[in-house]
């Protein structure tokens, strides 16, 4: 019976990476993230939600690790040069079956800014839906006015660029939290 429950039990890692997306692999779980969660969850569009910002677009991704590898990509979010020195953030997703851990968003916004900051970005702008904007506000980001897109609410932010060191890492890692084992006397 014990084996029973433990081949029932979601596989829960306890390590990721967030990365800018390099490989095809990446590229093309990053592409099928934004899918699954903007066209088959939320239907903000229907068949596909790629645009002209895909052609210069800076992708970064979130994936599960096994063994220390990138395994499965759990989070997407694109970054671009606006305009010179403003940078946006648009396309945030991160899988359902990872956002209870609710840090790779986090991380994910921390790698888009850092990013573009690193790049030369004096403003990073993001249009976010209004579900979200207090967890960007946690993150030391301000409300600029609402608008509406896609016929939903959101949130023209920006974020307070002194909270994001600029920095030209590829990657970094995010570490799972691990309960603590109980002590036996």
Known sequence: MMFEEMENRPFIPTEYVVRLAQTPWERAG????????????????????????????????AACCVAGMPDRIVGAVRIHEAEPGVWRGSRLAVHADHRK?????????????????????????????????LFFRRLHWKSLGT??????????????????????????????????SRQVA
């Open 101 to 133: 851990l609710g840090r790779i968003g986090a991380e994910l916004i921390r790698m888009a800014v850092s990013t573009a900051h690193g790049l030369g970005a004096i403003r990073f702008l993001a249009t976010v839906q209004e579900q979200n904007v």
């Open 30 to 61: 990053y592409h099928a993230l934004r899918r699954d969660v903007f066209c088959t969850e939320q239907h903000v569009f229907e068949y596909d939600d790629r645009d002209s910002i895909d052609e210069t677009a800076i992708p970064i991704i």
């Open 147 to 180: 608008i509406t897109l896609h016929d939903l609410p959101h949130h023209g932010m920006e974020a307070d660029l002194s909270r994001y060191p600029a920095h030209g890492f590829d990657q970094t890692w995010l570490l799972r939290p691990q309960p603590r």
